[in-house]
Each structure stands twice: as C-alpha cells, then as structure tokens.
C-alpha cells in the first residue's frame, strides 16, 4: 500500500483539508494491474482502508479528507468499509463517474448517509453535460490555468451558487497571492508552499530565532555541553515548559529542581532529540502550519526508513536531514546561507545543497513519497529492493509519532 496526505490551503495560508491518495500495488512489478480495476473495484477503496486502519484522527485532528473514488469504487460498501464519521469525509469524485442515473442514484444514497462530494478532472466541455452531478457537489477541483477564474466566478456563482472552488497545480507563491486577490477559490493545492527560497529577505534573523539557531548548534555538536544547552533552553518560556513536560512523561521522579536537573534526566541522546524537533517547531511559529509538518514528517519518515535504506546507524542524520530541508523555508534565505547559520554534516549538507549522497537518496524518496508521485516511488522500491508494505508502515508510524507529539496529555 501506498499512501500520503496532500494539504490544501485556505485564504489565511491555512490547511483546511487534506487529500489522501492512496494505491494498493506496486503497477512496475504488476503492470498487468494497470487500468483493469483489479486494484480499485467495487469491494474496496484504498483511501477509506487507510482511515480505517490508522484512525481519522492520526491523519488529521480536524479536517477534511477528500478520498478518491472511481465510477467502480464508488459502488463499495463505504459505510461498512470505514467508521469515521461521514461528516469528515468528501468522496472525491473523478471523471470515470459519469452523469448517468446509476451514478447519481449512488451519490443521493451516499449523501443521504451525509457524505459530501467532490470532482476533478473535468474539462470545461464537460461542465454542461455533468449538470446533474455538480449541483450535488460541495467542491469542485479546477485546473486554474485552463479555467479563466472571472469567467468561471460567474458561471458557478450563477448555477451553483453553495458550489466552493479548489485550485489545482498552484505552483508558486505569486499565482496563489494573485489567484487569492481576485477571490473564487476557497482552497488551493499544489507545490508553492514548499518550493526553495532563491532570495530570501534583507532583514535580520530576530533576537528569539537566533537563541533557537545559538541551541541547535550546541546540540549538534559530537558532545556538547548538556549545561550550556539547559542554560539556553531557560531563556524562552516556552522551551522551559515542554522540557519539563516531556521530563515526565519519561520518569515518575518528581523532584526536578532546575532546568539544568531536566536536562540531566533526558540525557543527551533525548535532549538533542526534543531539541531538534521543539526548537524547529519554535523557528515555524512565523511560517504556514503546514511547513512544521512537512519538516517533522520528513525528519521521521528519513529516520524510519533508515534501516531499508541499509543506514540505520545513521538514523539521527537522517532525522536532521528531513528537518533541515525546509530551513530556508523557516528562515526565509537560500538554503546556502541557511545552512551556513547551523552545525550539520558534509553528507547532510551535500543532500540539501547538492542532491548528492547516499543521504539525497533518502531525501528524494521521502519527498516523492509525500508528492504521492508512485510511479517513481515504485521505481525506487524496485531499486532499492524494498518492500512496499514495510515502507507504508513506516509511513504510518510518522504519523501517529506526530500526532502524538501534539497530543494533549
């Protein structure tokens, strides 16, 4: 199985949902797969078998999920293949739905169940003959540059006036601030949140941030002082508060007189380890949510496929690594000069700058992974001899890890 999450912001630079795609097999080794439905019949649906088995909330406290479906999966016993809530769940429809009376009895019984739906994949030709489908719609994903969003504004607005609009394919900050200014879309999907800072800005790191930049750099050092890190760390509030939180939940003693005493509890493997993670969660605080989650699934996924990757002695690089690979998102510079502010590794600087390595390996299979680009991350695994299932779990143990990290106790 393969699965991950695609987010899709709002106005705010917000999440408001998430899209899970999922895919059964590996189509290399079974090509014969391809297209029959053998994989997305009507017994089963890929997405709903995701939530089922990890948990609505694992993937994501609060929002959406949109879940894909076909005009075959679409028949499937939804309500008996997964128990979460319908209210939580959009059935995203593709263009294999056709709007025919079988199709659309199914979207009014599901919808009857309180399902909301979902379309992408039509073309502007299509939008009269589907007239039937859309106004049963919630969203309805359009391809921003072969929509014109004015003409398309009056149309919708017009016919289906309760219809919301997602933008697809926005691949940079500039189409998602113009597409923004001129209103229409409610959410918006693609790779501009994430795309490396060429520029950056002229102004200086503030005061705070360089107190989290002076911290990581103690910490990645090969031994480095557990005092000069504790006396730091009392500098901000916040850092205070979850070290002592995290002190107990890993011992019963309760007895810590100082922050230099939490410190000493921890050790130094687990203090660097809640540094890393605290600190780039505090460097975030000024950045799109989503760019702490993407730094924090990366930097655990790198870890848990370490050992598939015959690295599993390296596992904490890797976990730099994942975390590290947004940092010029997190300080708004090239990731040059980002870099050039913390202590990391040739390997990891070469995979971050470079693409080189046997550590941009990683990297590069975690971030097609995330694109839900499977094509090439069947590639790989055939590469790479690993097996698919191993890497799903390991997927699925970063995301009850990060749950948990934000999990109230």
């Known amino acids: 199985m393969f699965a991950t999450l695609i987010p899709l912001f709002d106005d705010e630079m917000a999440v408001g949902a998430f899209s899970l795609f999922a895919q059964k097999e590996n189509y290399l080794l079974k090509p014969n797969l391809i297209g029959t439905g053998s994989f997305d019949g009507a017994g089963r649906i890929d997405g709903l078998e995701v939530i089922e088995s990890t948990g609505i909330n694992t993937l994501s406290a609060d929002k959406d999920i949109f879940v894909s479906v076909t005009g075959v999966s679409l028949f499937a016993d939804i309500k008996e293949q997964c128990k979460a809530p319908a209210e939580r769940i959009v059935i995203l429809l593709d263009n294999t739905v056709k709007p025919e009376e079988m199709y659309i009895k199914r979207i009014d019984e599901l919808a009857a169940l309180g399902y909301r739906f979902a ?6 030709s299509d939008f009269e003959n589907y007239r039937e489908i859309i106004k049963r719609l919630s969203y309805i994903f359009l391809d921003y540059k072969r929509i014109d969003i004015s003409k398309g504004k009056i149309y919708f607005s017009k016919l289906y006036p309760n219809l919301k609009l997602v ?3 926005i691949e940079s900050m500039e189409v998602y601030e113009k597409l923004k200014a001129e209103t229409g879309y409610v959410l918006y999907e693609g790779s501009f949140y994430r795309l490396p800072v060429k520029k950056g800005s002229k102004g200086e790191i503030a005061p705070v941030k360089m107190n989290y930049i002076e911290l990581l750099n103690i910490v990645n050092d090969e031994d480095f002082d557990l005092t ?3 006396d730091i760390i009392g500098r901000d509030t916040a850092l205070v508060v979850s070290l002592l939180e995290m002190v107990n939940k890993m011992t019963v003693n309760n007895g810590i007189t100082t922050i230099r005493h939490a410190a000493a509890m921890l050790g130094q493997k687990e203090l660097k380890k809640w540094i890393n993670t605290a600190v780039t969660e505090k460097l975030c605080e000024d950045r799109p949510s989503e760019v702490t989650r993407v730094s924090l699934i990366r930097a655990k996924f ?7 990757f015959d690295m599993g002695g390296l596992s904490q690089e890797l976990f730099l690594m994942g975390l ?9 510079k ?15 600087e070469s995979a971050l700058l470079k693409n080189e390595g046997d550590f941009a390996t990683v990297l590069d299979f975690v971030k097609n992974y995330e694109a839900a680009n499977w094509s ?6 055939i590469v790479e001899n690993m097996d698919m299932d191993t890497v799903y779990d390991a997927y699925l143990e970063t995301l009850k890890w990060f749950r948990d990290l934000f999990s109230t106790p």
């Open 119 to 124: 379309i992408r994949k039509l073309l502007v």
């Open 167 to 169: 933008a697809l394919n």
């Open 228 to 230: 000069k890190a504790a």
């Open 302 to 308: 790198a870890e848990n496929l370490a050992p598939l």
């Open 324 to 332: 590290f690979s947004v940092l010029d998102l997190i300080l708004d």
């Open 334 to 348: 090239p990731m040059s000069e980002a870099l050039n502010m913390v202590k990391v590794s040739k390997q990891i």
């Open 376 to 381: 090439e991350i069947s590639r790989l695994l």
